[in-house]
């Protein structure tokens, strides 16, 4: 039975170890265009062409700004990292043997240090759109592996008339399909509607123009910054030849501060009232510029153009950031799932009804402790609890071998021990064998003995006593008076018993 792809498309496996784009001429051709000099009228109708099919001046215009503005660099590198410095999991469809194995041998191919800087040039869908990855097949040791998953400049590619299907540019400017099991395309979706405008490039590109005409205007508002506007006057019978000696004349002043002029000319120079409030106006709007491109890819400005708004903010902002990140890995992990694992587990293992998972994002923040609890909780009461799963919530490998794993220290104690403890348990179950107990008793049957001449002189004061201050002073006035040698003797005694008792653990005795 021939091996088909997702879409039904048999595939030539001899195909998949050559290169399939790298050596056509479209390379040369296409990588010779760019886009230079783009005003308001230029854009429009380079968006407008994109939209038609003709993209190449598009994503000429993209890798442009993306090279020249350090701003878009900064956010759209910041979100691709983000989504390609995520931790990678594979879920297996099932605990059979088979299933293991299969998520075994996709794990081994993960752990690549390549891998992510794959993964970043595959999220340069994000900003154009669509991004083209060819699949480099290894089959060295027997077994089907991706070598390498190597970007393609999107402008080798267009689109069938669906505007949705990507095809190879031939080079007669033809649409070649794409080999199966040979590429992957994602198709990022900032909105919906065609590939070509769902990156976030279009909204850009527009806060890039303007921001572009204002740097302009400021570095030429920077160079004259501090000198006066010179005007140069001539009389009404001057010449051509005159007026172009004044015109040398004013433009000399500026750079080389010295000019000479016939004596019938005046050069008069005007100075600007507000000098200040004139950069503002550029500056304000290169970062507004900036902000609105912050929040068309990063969705939020905080963390990136350093606005004020307290820690309820920054929260807000940081969840929105962490909304972004999720749906980015989800697209992705998508496209993985049905581009890349399917055709690896078709090559190596054959069809199957169902198929491992990637799973890109954040491990999910769990309170081991409560998780452990309720796991012992749940075993106790008879509930059946998966042992794998919850290992991978603890983040607990599987033992290699025996003596690799820990065990419970005993609680059984021997025989002798066990014996002492009993006796031991017993004893103080028992009150009448408990020294301090009977100690206690022995002092409660002197207490009124002791301490009622006590009592009685503290009840006469309070009574004479009017209110609590003259009560205090009362006290001290009669400590002396008073006998405690009594009270002090009997509980340094009791003390001392009950201490040689707790040691010994002896009866106390008169």
Known sequence: M????QFGNPIKK?????????????????????????????MAKILKASEHGNIDAYLSMAEEIEEKDTHYLSVISTRKRAVAQLEITVDSVDDTKAAI????????WLDRDKLEGEIFNILDAIGKGFSVTEIIWDLSASEWMPKDLIWRDPRLFKFAKDQCTVMIKGDGNENIPLDPY????????????????????????WMWLFKNFSVKDWVIFSERYGQPIRLGKYGSGATADDKDVLMRAVSMLGSDAAAIIPESMQIEFIESQDKKSNAEVFENLARFMDEQMSKAVLGQTTTTDAIAGGHAVSKEHNEVRE?????DARQLSSVLNEQLIRPIIDLNFGVQKK??????????????????????????????????????????????DDSDILKPISTTAPPQQQSMTAKTVAAKNNNYNDAVGNNATDVAADYEEI???????????????????????????????????????????TAFMANIAGQVDAKLED
């Open 14 to 42: 001899e195909m998949l170890l050559e290169e399939s784009v790298a050596g056509t001429r479209a390379v040369r051709q296409t990588l010779s265009n760019s886009t230079m000099g783009i005003d308001p009228y230029k």
């Open 355 to 400: 198929y491992p998972r990637l799973r890109i994002g954040r491990q999910e923040q769990i309170n081991v402790k409560e998780l452990a609890e309720v796991a012992e909780r749940s075993v106790n009461m008879g509930m059946h609890v998966s042992e794998r799963k919850l290992r991978d919530k603890l983040g607990l490998s599987e033992p290699e």
């Open 182 to 205: 040979k590429f992957l395309v994602h198709r990022h979706q900032a909105k919906s509607g065609i590939p070509i405008r769902g990156g976030v490039m279009r909204p850009c590109a």
């Open 451 to 493: 301490m009622n001449p006590i009592i009685a002189i503290l009840e006469d004061v309070a009574a004479s006593s009017k209110n609590f201050a003259e009560f205090n002073q009362k006290l001290l006035e009669i400590g002396e008076e008073m006998n405690l040698d009594g009270f002090a003797d009997k509980l340094s005694k």
């Open 2 to 5: 021939a091996l088909l792809d």
């Open 101 to 108: 194995q299969q998520v075994e041998f996709i794990q081994d």
């Open 323 to 327: 909304d972004i990140e999720r749906s």
